[in-house]
Nanobody, 121 residues
Framework: QVQLVESGGGLVQAGGSLRLSCAAS????????MGWYRQAPGKQRELVAS???????YNVDSVKGRFIISRDNAKNTMYLEMNALKPEDTDVYYC???????????????WGQGNQVTVSS
C-alpha cells in the first residue's frame, strides 16, 4: 500500500509564506513525476507545479516567481514553498505522485489527503 501524507497548510495573511510537505511511504520502487494541485469548491483540480525525478520543474503562470517546488528523492518527499501569498491562492492543495510499486508494475497516480491553505486579505 502506498500513502502520501501532506502537512504544512494553514491560515496566513496576504504576503506571508507557507511550506507544504508531501511524504510518500509504502511499497515504492520508483517515483517519477510529483506535483501539487489545488482545488476550490465546485471547481476542477488544477496543476500548480510539478517536478520530475531529475529535478526539472514546472510552475503555472499564476505562481511563477512566488512558489518553489522541490523534492528529496532519498526521503520520497516533495515540498512547495509558497511566498507572497495572495487571497486567490486560497484552496485545498493536493500532492500527487506518479510512481511504480515494483520493477514490473505499471505506473500509477497516488494522491495525498488534501491540505487547506487560507490566505486572508
Amino acid at each position: 500500500q502506498v500513502q502520501l501524507v501532506e502537512s504544512g497548510g494553514g491560515l496566513v495573511q496576504a504576503g506571508g509564506s507557507l511550506r507544504l510537505s508531501c511524504a510518500a511511504s509504502g511499497i515504492i520502487f520508483k517515483i517519477n513525476t510529483m506535483g501539487w494541485y489545488r482545488q476550490a469548491p465546485g471547481k476542477q483540480r488544477e496543476l500548480v507545479a510539478s517536478i520530475t525525478e531529475g529535478g526539472n520543474t514546472y510552475n503555472v503562470d499564476s505562481v511563477k516567481g512566488r512558489f518553489i517546488i522541490s523534492r528529496d528523492n532519498a526521503k520520497n518527499t516533495m515540498y512547495l514553498e509558497m511566498n507572497a501569498l495572495k487571497p486567490e491562492d486560497t484552496d485545498v492543495y493536493y500532492c500527487d505522485a506518479y510512481l511504480t510499486k515494483s520493477k514490473f508494475a505499471i505506473d500509477g497516480h497516488y494522491w495525498g489527503q488534501g491540505n487547506q491553505v487560507t490566505v486572508s486579505s
